[in-house]
């Protein structure tokens, strides 16, 4: 095999004194950004105007994008019943086989519910490809994130607890997706 | 053999047979609906129109006798239009609730609105509001909206079961499909129609909101149910059986099966099957080990002939199982010398079609590798009878059936009097639970093999459940023991037991496993 030789140019190692200086005066500059920082909040602190970005999260929560993709949820008609009508498409769709459905029929005008439907958020991955999929606008991505638990049994979501009222849904998530996918 | 043209391209076809036929057997796609190849000619769908030259307008293809030097062709743009507009037609009433039907996925209706349809409705005029969910019978359920008036659920129910419960009512575009309020669906045959209806109008009961379709795994099987051995399909998921559905083969069962055959399945993912082997310490039947309990039942088998001679032990084989584990069993039976075998069947109804009296799969198989009485040896009454009488010391019982076979009294005296019982069987229930060593055994949805059906042909059963973690086939357990009594290396593997078979039986003789195929073969020395 034929070696190819590259010649490359390095910065010659600097001379001793010379880098003591340089590297000591980065110290200082770090800490004079982080010491400027730290006045000004406190400043801004005692005049009751804070000038940090710091969430205090969980007390304090950002407003998400619409299009900020959390864990899916389903959607609760005003009747406090599910929209989803069992179709199977969301659970085709997924990539990572999170969403378990068994069908089931009722009596009502939409003669079919999902018995069960469970997601194991801690394999779902917030794709949002269950929402492209769903004929009836009923799994949409929510804002939430918060899927921790104490226990794996504990990260499948069932079917209580995953409904969510349309009304909460509309602004957020229903606009957005109305306009994404052309509906 | 009539020489025809289609696109360009000339084929060779049978004669005396319709375009459409001709054109599915060279491999070219045409669509259709109400056409299937076991039941007349409606020519009511429109929906296999193709220009055929010579013909001013487009002809039906299910309708038009092929002849020599005929050129047709089913992709220019006019059978397009056609075709275009026979779906507009077809979808201008139906209520497009795929989300919720369980034809979605397998639904001809949408193939071919997706491949020839157009994309968008042009009226805006309410759909036509029919019945739906409607008990047309005891198995069957029907949606009057989806239905397309294909009539292919009439014919069968007029050419095929002769029972005529479907029929048309009204005219024009209000005509419905519907039985008489007096005479449901509820002949044997019933849940066929629901296989033929091109879209969801009929729907069995037992699948009704189930699953989606596109979920199930497909596997070609046999159904167990009887000796006729029609050929099917187990449709499964999560290691559990949805439905069985039938498979074409024109030598056994056309493409139909009965009811009762179709809705016996729930046994094989039944969660209370016996899983564990079970040996009797005491009065009570303890789990224990494969091995412990294969070599426990073993030593009994050869103690018993040893101290009694073979006289006084006996063996029930099971109909059910295949023919490489009853090689195997019949090889056990020789090694032991026995003379009271047998293979006890349950017999119930039959009919003139496809329903046969005996009511297992493999009976035919049974008494073609031996497993009868030998040498004057007693048949299952007779040694249920032997055992009742105190005349036997161990009894090897494979399967239930003696429980519906014989009368409860007779059969609990008979197994109360054997000192030492074996039993293999699914459940514990009724017969296991008397055992000295009781042995799972495994259903026919959970190994592969051959069944050999009434008019003997052999074929083939695959796997498609998985059986619990380590639990033997009863052909491993057959195996074992024969391994426990006598000398030599004894393996299983249906394939290679097969080859033992065809070697030992003449009738066998050029046969293969895999050369059986989806359609199976016929032993030696029948008349086809």
């Known amino acids: ?183 | 053999m009539p020489k025809i043209t289609v696109d360009g391209r000339e084929i060779e076809v049978a004669a005396d047979t319709m375009l459409l036929p001709a054109l599915i057997e060279a491999g070219i796609h045409v669509p259709h609906y109400c056409w299937h190849p076991k039941l007349s000619i409606d020519g009511s769908c429109r929906m296999c129109q193709v220009e055929v030259e010579g013909s001013p307008k487009l002809v039906i293809a299910c309708n038009t006798p092929v002849r020599d030097g005929m050129v047709v062709r089913t992709d220019t743009p006019r059978v397009a239009n056609a075709r275009r507009g026979v779906m507009e037609l077809l979808l201008v009433n139906h209520p497009i609730d795929c989300p919720i039907c369980d034809k979605a996925g397998e639904c001809l209706l949408q193939d071919y609105s997706y491949n020839f349809g157009t994309r968008f409705t042009r009226t805006e005029e309410p759909r036509r509001k029919l019945e739906k969910r409607k008990e047309i019978g005891p198995r069957m359920i029907l949606d009057q909206e989806r239905c397309i008036l294909c009539r292919r659920c009439v014919r069968f129910c007029r050419e095929i079961t002769k029972t005529n419960e479907l029929g048309v009512f009204n005219m024009g575009d209000r005509s419905v499909l519907d039985v008489l309020p007096d005479a449901p669906l509820a002949n044997d045959y019933s849940m066929n129609t629901a296989d033929i209806c091109p879209v969801g109008a009929l729907e069995t009961k037992d699948f009704h909101h189930k699953l989606r379709v596109w979920f199930l795994k497909k596997t070609p099987s046999i159904c167990p149910s009887c000796s006729n051995g029609c050929n099917i399909t187990i449709q499964h998921y999560r290691n559990q059986i949805w439905r069985l559905m039938p498979r074409r083969n024109d030598a056994v069962n056309d493409t139909w099966m009965c009811d009762h055959g179709r809705l016996q399945y729930a046994f094989a993912h039944d969660t209370n099957r016996l899983r564990l082997p079970m040996v009797r310490r005491g009065e009570q039947l303890v789990a224990s080990t494969w091995d412990d309990a294969v070599a426990e039942a073993s030593r009994i088998l050869r103690d018993g002939v040893k101290r009694s001679g073979p006289e006084r032990v006996a063996l029930l084989a099971s109909p059910h199982l295949t023919n490489e584990e009853l090689f195997r069993l019949a090889q056990l039976a020789d090694v032991l010398q026995l003379r009271h075998v047998d293979t006890p069947v349950v017999v119930g109804q039959g009919d003139d079609f496809l329903i046969q009296p005996e009511k297992a799969a493999n009976i035919a198989g049974a008494r073609e590798l031996g497993l009868v009485p030998r040498n004057g040896g007693r048949d299952a009454a007779g040694i249920l009878e032997l055992a009742r009488q105190g005349s036997l010391d161990v009894l090897y019982v494979c399967g239930s059936d003696i429980a519906r076979i014989f009368d409860e009294a007779v059969w609990k005296a008979a197994l109360r009097a054997v000192p030492q019982l074996i039993v293999q069987d699914l459940f514990l229930e009724p017969i296991a639970a008397f055992a000295t060593v009781a042995l799972p055994s495994l259903s026919w949805a959970e190994k592969t093999g051959t069944f050999t059906n009434r008019k003997r042909r052999v074929q083939q059963i695959h796997r498609a459940l998985a059986p619990v973690e380590g639990q033997w086939s009863d052909g491993e357990i057959f195996t074992r023991m024969l391994a426990h009594l006598s000398e030599g290396r004894w393996e299983f593997e249906p394939a290679a037991v097969f080859e033992e078979i065809t070697r030992k039986y003449p009738a066998y003789t050029g046969l293969s496993f895999a050369g059986l195929g989806l359609q199976g073969k016929t032993l030696a020395g029948v008349e086809v």
């Open chain 1, 1 to 183: 095999m034929a070696t190819r030789t590259v010649t490359v140019s390095r910065p010659a190692p600097m001379a001793k004194p010379q880098g003591v200086v340089r590297s000591g005066a980065a110290v200082l500059k770090g800490m004079w950004i982080a010491n400027r920082h730290f006045w000004r909040n406190l400043w801004g602190f005692l005049r009751g105007k804070p000038t940090v970005f710091t969430v205090q999260y969980p007390e304090e929560r950002l407003e998400h994008p619409p299009a900020f993709r959390g864990m899916p949820v389903l959607v609760q008609m005003d009747n406090g019943k599910e929209r989803c009508v069992a179709c199977g498409l969301c659970e085709w769709a997924c990539p990572t086989d999170c969403i378990t459905i068994y069908p089931a029929e009722t009596e009502d005008e939409i003669e079919r519910y999902p018995r069960v439907f469970d997601i194991d958020m801690s394999r779902c991955m917030f794709c949002g490809l269950c929402e492209e999929a769903c004929p009836e606008e009923a799994i949409v991505m929510s804002h939430n994130v918060e899927i921790a638990a104490f226990s794996r049994r504990g990260t499948v979501w069932h079917k209580e607890d995953l409904l969510v009222p349309a009304r909460e849904l509309e602004k957020t998530r229903f606009r957005h997706i109305r306009r994404t996918y052309d509906r």
